[in-house]
T-cell receptor, first 113, second 114 residues
Framework: EDQVTQSPEALRLQEGESSSLNCSYTVSGLRGLFWYRQDPGKGPEFLFT???AGEEKEKERLKATLTKKESFLHITAPKPEDSATYLC??????????????FGQGTILTVHP | GAVVSQHPSRVICKSGTSVKIECRSL??????MFWYRQFPKKSLMLMAT?????????EQGVEKDKFLINHASLTLSTLTVTSAHPEDSSFYIC??????????FGAGTRLSVL
């Protein structure tokens, strides 16, 4: 069974204090790993897709990386508006899953001014 | 970017009534849509996968007679919560599958059953 574990559960940062969020996964045949951002009371917003180990993608203050066992979301010089829950999800090969994603439980990021 | 519209955003109903939630992909066609339920401070729980023109595939433990899904066109899927009870109160979110298997999510529907 696919497993996705995110750590830490919650992270408090001061504005400008860089850090990383972790997403560890166990899946037979990773086809893609997705990062989303979710604000309270809203649906998740797509950030990145990573397909193979060694791949990196960047968007503003965020950078996502992927290894064979985990993914990191690096946040550089965060601002209060980066406060949100960050979710990772995996997509695996095989079956009739129609692209079903398995989500981690999320990391709640709070950035204080 | 791809936009998914979900309505209503909030609904309050009496116990025993049925509630319909709509999910539309506005600028792309989606043969596959997904319905999730989210409990407070918890992650997304997949309820069912909706495919245009065919029956939905429900996850284990989800009552298909209570949560009726209809994917009548390439841009519209609906979730009907039948005979709603207070325990059905939750945050329901839909998504539509786009290119490269990216799921684009609606804004969610807060259901409160009195």
């Amino acid at each position: 069974e696919d497993q996705v574990t995110q750590s830490p559960e919650a992270l408090r940062l001061q504005e400008g204090e860089s850090s990383s969020l972790n997403c560890s996964y166990t899946v037979s045949g990773l086809r893609g790993l997705f990062w989303y951002r979710q604000d309270p009371g809203k649906g998740p917003e797509f950030l990145f897709t990573l397909y193979s180990a060694g791949e990196e993608k960047e968007k503003e203050r965020l950078k996502a990386t992927l290894t064979k066992k985990e993914s990191f979301l690096h946040i550089t010089a965060p601002k209060p508006e980066d406060s949100a829950t960050y979710l990772c999800a995996v997509w695996r090969y095989g079956g009739t899953s129609y692209g079903k994603l398995t989500f981690g439980q999320g990391t709640i990021l709070t950035v204080h001014p | 970017g791809a936009v998914v519209s979900q309505h209503p955003s909030r609904v309050i109903c009496k116990s025993g009534t049925s509630v319909k939630i709509e999910c539309r992909s506005l600028d792309f066609q989606a043969t596959t849509m997904f319905w999730y339920r989210q409990f407070p401070k918890k992650s997304l729980m997949l309820m069912a996968t909706s495919n245009e023109g065919s029956k939905a595939t429900y996850e284990q433990g989800v009552e298909k007679d209570k949560f009726l899904i209809n994917h009548a066109s390439l841009t519209l899927s609906t979730l009907t919560v039948t005979s709603a009870h207070p325990e059905d109160s939750s945050f329901y979110i839909c998504s539509a599958r786009g290119v490269e298997n990216i799921q684009y999510f609606g804004a969610g529907t807060r259901l409160s059953v009195l």
